[in-house]
Antibody, heavy 112, light 109 residues
Framework: EVYLVESGGGLVQPGGSLRLSCAAS????????MAWVRQGPGKGLEWVANIKGDGSATFYGDAVKGRFTISRDNAKNSLDLQMNSLRPEDSGVYYC?????WGQGTLVTVSS | AVVTQEPSLTVSPGGTVSLTCGSS?????????PSWFQQKPGQAPRTLIYHTYNKPSWTPARFSGSLLGGKAALTLSGAQPDDEADYYC??????????FGGGTKLTVL
């Protein structure tokens, strides 16, 4: 069974940084693209970024391009999202997604 | 690109309903790898359909994916009260951008 467990969420001031992590298990990790998807309070889903199985390609949504960086460590079956220059509109639940499975999410709140 | 879904739909128990997913750039094709996700209140989303019509092992047989009239479609045949949820589609553009639709709130009543 696939497990994806996010961590690293919390409260941060506008302009600050936060690093999210996702621990993956139950599948051959380096065979799969992985992604981060977020959901603002009371809003729909928004694709944030994804990364190829070998880490050789990354893509970002326009709202986060230049501020967020997705990375993975295939030796540790982990996925990260480095978030810089955070804005209030970045607030929401961030989900780790891969192998057609979703984690439970981690909450990010950007507020002064 | 903007992906459009019906904001809300209602289906009777045991009935059939199709949710659609359109694109502002033109017809949705298999090359857009449309996917469908279900989200119930307070829960994480789960994948129902990927790459147009493929199902993970947990997707009930009453759900099916297709292309219909230039849109991606999710058809629910034999609706159950437990199917009441928000449904989102996802479309891949050019291999480097992915866009979710705004979601459809499905009521089983």
């Amino acid at each position: 069974e696939v497990y994806l467990v996010e961590s690293g969420g919390g409260l941060v001031q506008p302009g600050g940084s936060l690093r999210l992590s996702c621990a993956a298990s139950g599948f051959i990790y380096n065979n799969y693209w992985m992604a981060w998807v977020r959901q603002g309070p009371g809003k729909g889903l928004e694709w944030v970024a994804n990364i190829k199985g070998d880490g050789s390609a990354t893509f970002y949504g326009d709202a986060v391009k230049g501020r967020f960086t997705i990375s993975r460590d295939n030796a540790k079956n982990s996925l990260d999202l480095q978030m810089n220059s955070l804005r209030p509109e970045d607030s929401g639940v961030y989900y780790c997604v891969g192998a057609n499975s979703w984690g439970q999410g981690t909450l990010v709140t950007v507020s002064s | 690109a903007v992906v459009t879904q019906e904001p809300s739909l209602t289906v009777s128990p045991g009935g059939t309903v199709s949710l659609t997913c359109g694109s502002s750039t033109g017809a949705v094709t298999s090359g857009h790898y449309p996917s469908w996700f279900q989200q119930k209140p307070g829960q994480a989303p789960r994948t129902l359909i990927y790459h147009t019509y493929n199902k993970p092992s947990w997707t009930p047989a009453r759900f099916s994916g297709s292309l219909l009239g230039g849109k991606a479609a999710l058809t629910l045949s034999g609706a159950q009260p437990d199917d009441e949820a928000d449904y989102y589609c996802l479309v891949v553009y050019g291999g480097d951008q992915e866009v979710f639709g705004g979601g459809t709130k499905l009521t089983v009543l």
